[in-house]
Structure formats: structure tokens, C-alpha cells
């Protein structure tokens, strides 16, 4: 059997390793010229999709610069301590979540992948697909095709083999959210060694955290009725605005903010609750494709990489592809919806009212305490896949 794996991102190097341990060739082709090792800026990869990943022999934490965050501390604009929750659940082996840098981490999966064999071809941004009697030809914008037994769209949000698979699959629904972030460097901040800090702020959200370096990753999450245009987001002056958003909160945000170390990225927060299709013929999406969730969860990247684990074990022990997607679907479908319902709920809380604000900074506390503890999450980040149990 071969596979072809549109997109080079996360998912697509890791679709093709697993493919490769369950005996199956690839080859991922990527829209981009070259490879895209400074794209985006930071995220989180949580104990569950590191698990995933170690389950097809990858251990990506300490190659990829990981920052360890097992903590999360939460704040009211005005510096009341709110509480603290897990940042995933730590494993048998040690293992917790950790954030990285986008493009590093592709690089090291792309790096990883190539080491095993894997070939990958640049410049091919996918047209159109055709069935043909013995698998699939997928015809590229340059012109070139390829021929293969499956196709396995890893094309993300705005997956252009899921819009050929199904017309009729849902557009990305905009959270009402508009991301903000970048990094920067405040002289005698110190190290939030194993913690992320969120602040509630009075008109927006911010999180960051402050490496042994001294280098600040820093986000914030903005509320828009509106779903903004991307050239009015390009056109934006980021750092005033955020100064005035925040201009009533820890002035620590506007220290961040002014200590900026580079360009500062914005980008509009969508998710995809849910795909009617998955699968069809000899094509099946993962990750982002399929499922999109918004980063409120941090759980995008794991459950791309936990998709393709899933969906390599059902192709090495099922008859053919019909099947295999089948069951991969019906192992997947439930999980994945209900992380992105659980992600755009807690979007949904990151900005509020002044009524709404105060009732939160008293209520928080508690419920922290009651509903946010490890038990409360295991379903979550203790999720484990067995690669020597039998997917039939």
C-alpha cells in the first residue's frame, strides 16, 4: 500500500511515521516552497499527544526546546490570585505538557521523519484528487500528479481536500477570539519554571510565561462581534492597541508588551465543531482537516498526532481502507467533538462584563478547586494508545 499525505505541518510527518512502523509507504506533500521552520508562533503539546507521539517512537519534548508547564496559575486584572489547575496530567514515565515553538516542532518532526526514510516533495499545493480503479491520482496547482492506494488529507483548517472530499463540509466558525501574540524580554522578570500565568484582564485575555533565558512567550486573546478581516488584522497597530486594552490591568501585561522582541502576529480564532464526512472512498482527513479546535485547550496538535496513530493501527490490522477508516472514525469521532466543544467553552469565558467579571473572580477560586483538579481531566490527557493492541 501507498500512501499519499497532503500537508507537512504536524500531522502530515506524523501520519507518515506511524504509516511507516505499520509497513506502509508515504510520501507528504507540501504547499510551501521550502520547509516552514518559523512559521507561527508557540503552542501547546500536551502529555496526551506527546503519548502519542512515543507510542511510533518519537520524543519530541527535549529536540524540540520544550518548556515544561505542568502548572497554570490564573489572575484577575487587578493581581487577585485566582488559583492554579494542571496543565495536563503527568504520566508514569514524567512526562508533562509542554509549550514549543510551531515551526521547531515541525522541524523536528519533519527531521525525524526524513531519518526514517520518508520522502517529502515541496511547491505541491493540492488542485484536485480523481478515484481511479486502484487507488487515488492527486493533480497538483504546478501541474504534476501522484498515484496512490490512499489519500490522507493533514491539510489543516482550511483543508482543501476536505472541501473536494465533501462541498457540503462546514466552513471554520469564527470563536468571536482574535489572537495576539509574540515575544519579548523584561529585564530582572524572573523564570516561571513549570508555569504559564493567565490573566483575566478588565477588556481582554493574557497568558505568558518567562523561560530560563528570559525570553517571554506571550499571547492574548482579544473579543470581536465581528469577525475581523485578515488586512484589517495586518494593518492593526498591535502595540498600542493591546497597551490601551490592558491599560487598567497588572501593569506587568504593558511591561511584556513594550519589551517586544519582533514582529507581533495576529490571527483569527476559528474551529470546525464538527465534519459529517471524515472518510470517503480512498480519502480520510485527520487533525485540523477534520476536527479543528480552538487553542483555548491546547489540544490541536496532540489530537492530530493522536489521529494518526489511531488511523495507521486500523490500516496495519484491518482488511482494506474502507474498513480501517470506518473504525477510525468510530474510535475518533466522539474524542475529538468533545474536545472542541470543551475548547470553545473555554474561549468563551475568557472575556466578560463588568457584572460578569466580578462574579467570576469570587466563583473562580471554588471552582477551580472542585472542577479543574487532575480527576476532572484525566478523560482528557490520560489518554493512551496501545500500538501493539490489535485495531481489528
Known sequence: MK?????????????????????????????????????GLFLNTASNGLDA??????????????????????????????????NGVRLPDGTVSVCVKR???????????V?????????????????VADGVVAE????????????????????????????????PSFTGLVGVGGYSRVPGLAPTTGTQHFVFGRKAFFGYLVRESGEIYWFAN????????????????WKRRLTELFADDLP????????GAGPIGAHLVHDIPT??????????????????????????????????????????????????????????RERTEKIVAYSRKLGTGKTAGPVARVFRDLMMPVALKVFAGERSHAWMYTHHIDWEASAA
Not at 482579544?222 to 497597530?237: N, Q, V
Open 103 to 113: 515551526g521547531l516542532l515541525q522541524k523536528v518532526l519533519r527531521e525525524e521523519a
Open 3 to 39: 500512501a499519499l499525505i497532503i500537508g507537512g505541518g504536524v500531522g502530515g510527518p506524523t501520519m507518515a511515521m506511524a504509516l511507516r512502523q505499520a509497513g506502509i509507504e508515504s510520501v507528504v506533500y507540501e504547499a510551501y516552497e521550502t520547509p516552514s521552520d518559523y512559521t
Open 140 to 171: 497538483f496547482s504546478d501541474g504534476s500528479t501522484a498515484a496512490g492506494d490512499i489519500l490522507i488529507g493533514a491539510d489543516g483548517i482550511h483543508s482543501r481536500t476536505r472541501r473536494i472530499l465533501d462541498p457540503a463540509s462546514p466552513e
Open 53 to 86: 507521539l512515543r507510542a511510533i517512537g518519537v520524543d519530541v519534548a527535549g529536540r524540540a526546546d520544550g518548556f515544561p508547564m505542568p502548572r497554570m496559575v490564573m489572575w484577575s486584572g487587578s493581581g487577585k490570585r485566582l488559583g492554579e489547575v494542571a
Open 222 to 237: 482579544i473579543h470581536s462581534a465581528t469577525e475581523p478581516t485578515r488586512e484589517s488584522l495586518a494593518a492593526e497597530d
Open 252 to 259: 506587568l501585561i504593558n511591561q511584556i508588551i513594550a519589551g
Open 115 to 131: 531519518s526514517r526514510g520518508i520522502r517529502y516533495e515541496y511547491g505541491k499545493r493540492l488542485e484536485s484528487y480523481r478515484t
Open 275 to 332: 465534519s459529517a464526512v471524515w472518510h470517503r472512498g480512498p480519502v480520510a482527513l485527520i487533525g485540523d482537516a477534520v476536527h479543528a479546535t480552538s487553542p483555548s485547550a491546547g489540544q490541536g496538535a496532540s489530537m492530530a498526532c493522536e489521529d494518526a496513530v489511531v488511523l495507521a493501527q486500523c490500516l496495519r490490522d484491518l482488511p482494506d481502507p474502507a474498513s480501517a477508516f470506518a473504525a477510525y472514525e468510530s474510535r475518533r
